[in-house]
């Protein structure tokens, strides 16, 4: 199986991955540490997959989104965007909805805590 074939059943079989620099238990650089956290804040269910364990998924999901940074946010398939969308979009509320929209459970009033303490 290529490393494009690996992406795509993981993005397709999960409804919820981040790509990214370490594991959601042990991030290992800060944007990948600042989207775990808000979807483990949340309580959002995903897969993580540490790039720095293969150089060829760390090109590859590079390649597959056409997008040149780690981490990259997925969700039921689609690409969702790295660090600053995912937290542009937790700051507006619209994360909380695609979420809701895509049938994606999480915790709405950890979402809100998370705004309370940026406003």
Known sequence: MTTQDQ?????TKNDVVLFMKGTKSMP???FSSKVAGVLNFMGVEYEDVNVLADENMRQGIKDYSDWPTVPQ???KGEFIGGCDIV???TLSGELDTMLADKGVAFN???ADKIREANA
């Open 7 to 11: 992406i795509k059943e993981t993005v």
């Open 28 to 30: 290992q650089c800060g």
């Open 73 to 75: 946010l997925y969700v």
């Open 87 to 89: 937290t542009e979009m």
């Open 108 to 110: 709405a009033e950890a």
